[in-house]
């Protein structure tokens, strides 16, 4: 039994060793680093008024992060199956002696863990606020935690939209439109589109869909199992349905 | 224990309402190398993608060294080298680090990996190229890279998909010889639509169209089976005086006359060379070639897969 474990274990690592290490072959992963710096520090210093508001926190910076995740989270997901249809490669790997699970696995884990290692590399903000005060810095962990896992349910959906196509751009627009639902499915925009004939439980299934909501409660510092649990089920979810997706839909 | 060996039952692979596979039985045992013939679009590719593990047949099923497609899907892909059509591969990885992930992939660890990395660049003559990326490469090396991955692990079944396809002589050339050498010990099969292949690797060959078997022989065979086996064609001045003349011999089934070649066609048991050849002498008709026929594979395989040449 343990060796079974073990041997999908190496298995899923594997396929994520070879899938971050394409990130570093290519421009993608400095691209995308860049970027997400570039930008993390605009929306924080800039329009998060960082400096202007006098609180010794991570707010500003925490607050624009979903909607960096909704552009560049989906510019990282889009490849990840799309690509491998496009060059044929998936029939390569997915006649090798590794299950489908395995495979969606360890290709989702090196685009998480790619993106946790943007996520660290913001940590001069943190330096800067905790040189200009005296932050509550468990809060800050839970921020960063919060963060990483919204950005894997982004991920998941975008891995999972990525199987459906060959085609980078479909997948790219098609993740950014189902995040952002995502995104804000508490929020009227989205809410107004089923109160009238929706019953009230759905709409509260729905309102509570929110990764925006979930998120929020953990970047205040309150660690709630719930939100956790709520991360990790949408991501399970989306992998389950990414592997049903390429069992399906193999051969085109 | 001699369990080496590929069964299909019944594969079958519905795409909607295209039937791409229908119903394929067949057996391939130790030694065999097993050509697959077959316009484009015919189901080999199919057929192959199936005995992979890659899709799923949606009825029947196939044993590949004791373990069936479907119900052990794992272990039957252990057992087998596959290379896909147009020998994909990760383009930005290394010939080696590329080979090194497939070993690990299939189960080796550490040192191991690599050593199996390094015996397959080894084997297929890529230690001139091992740290160049796998896309700059040339289609010869890429199909050599693809041939690599196949072998890395030592699989009772090599299963080859248009091996040599788009490739130039010489680079064709090469991959057949490799294939030629590995094929002593394992089971090969192939898909290809270029007929000389067959006669050139294989010791069976299956054709294949719209998804159904339609003839299962040797190369030597299904050469036999052409209106040209035994057949002789001469180039020679004056061609319609002189084929007057043959048309009135006893042995001959026909005669006809094509771009300046005139070919004699026997009647069935009769054999037409040494009578022809006598005549040339005889008459002493100006002959620039004359060449028994040994059978022409392209015709067979139109014949087979249209039915566009009559018998």
Known sequence: MSTMINSSLRAVLTVMRRELSGYF?????????????VMSGAFTFYIGSFFERGNADLAPFFQFNPWLYLFLVPAIAMRLWAEERRSGTIELLLTLPLTTGQAVLGKFLAAWLFIGLALLLTFPIWLTVNYLGEPDNGIIVAGYIGSWLMAGGFLAIGSCISALTRNQVVAFILTVVVCFGFMLSGLPMVMNLFTGWAPQALLDVIADFSFLAHFASISKGVIDLRDLVYFALVITFWLAANTIVLELKKAN | MSELRI????????????????????EVGSGEVLGFLGPNGAGKSTTMKMLTGFLTPTSGTAVINGHDIIEDSLAARRSIGYLPEG??????????????????????????????AAAAIERLNLDKVPEQPVETLSKGFKRRVGLAQAILHDPEVLILDEPTDGLDPNQKHEVRRLIREMSSEKIIVISTHVLEEVQALCNRAMIISDGRLLVDDTPAGLIASSRYHNAVTLVVEQPERVASVLSELGQARKVELREGELTVFPAPGESLFEVISDMVRENGWSVSELRLEAGRLDEVFRQVTTGEVGK
């Open chain 2, 7 to 26: 069964e299909a039952r019944s594969l079958s692979k519905h795409y909607g309402n295209l039937l791409a596979v229908d119903e394929l039985s067949f």
């Open chain 1, 25 to 37: 072959s290519t421009p993608v992963a400095w691209v995308f680093i860049v970027i997400f710096l």
């Open chain 2, 87 to 116: 020998a994909p591969a990760y383009g930005e990885m290394s010939v080696r680090k590329f080979l090194e992930f497939i070993a690990r992939a299939r189960g080796f660890r550490g040192r191991d990996a690599l050593d199996k």
